[in-house]
């Protein structure tokens, strides 16, 4: 998982990267953000998802967050060349976000 800090990171993360990507919004200190990384990294990691941590708190994504509907936090989505494959938000289990990777077709 990247910590994306700046617009500049978040396009050469998604410029050229050709698999799926999970962008996930958060507020660091949430506990709700925190519960459910552990749980999102492990999935990712095991069907070779790229994961971008995108603090919401950072006025530099306020366009990023506008385009992407960010309001209920935690949020994830995940995204191939630009285009949302699934988009959720809140609380969840490691089996709702597997069920979510197989989905849109990237499980391993």
Same mark, same amino acid.
């Given at each position: ?6 617009? &500049?990171?978040? %396009?050469? #993360?998604?410029? %050229?990267?050709?698999?799926?990507? @999970? /962008?996930?919004?958060? *507020?660091?200190? +949430?506990?709700? @953000?925190? #519960?459910? &990384?552990?749980? /999102? *990294? #492990? &999935? @990712?990691?095991? %069907? !070779? *998802?790229?994961?971008? =941590?995108?603090?919401? !708190? ?8 506008? =385009? ?8 994830? /989505? ?6 949302? /494959?699934? +988009?959720?938000? $809140?609380?969840? +289990?490691? &089996?709702?976000?597997?069920?979510? *990777?197989?989905?849109? $077709?990237? +499980? =391993?």
């Amino acid at each position: 998982m990247q910590t994306i800090e700046t617009m &500049e990171q978040f %396009n050469e #993360a998604t410029g %050229n990267y050709e698999g799926t990507t @999970c /962008l996930f919004f958060v *507020i660091n200190k +949430s506990q709700p @953000c925190r #519960a459910i &990384e552990p749980m /999102l *990294i #492990a &999935e @990712c990691d095991r %069907n !070779d *998802i790229q994961i971008l =941590k995108i603090p919401v !708190d950072n006025t530099e994504f306020f366009n990023l967050i506008t =385009k992407y509907g960010v309001g209920i936090l935690p949020r994830y /989505l995940f995204i191939r060349h630009g285009e949302v /494959l699934y +988009s959720t938000y $809140g609380r969840t +289990s490691q &089996e709702v976000i597997r069920e979510e *990777i197989k989905k849109i $077709g990237e +499980s =391993k």
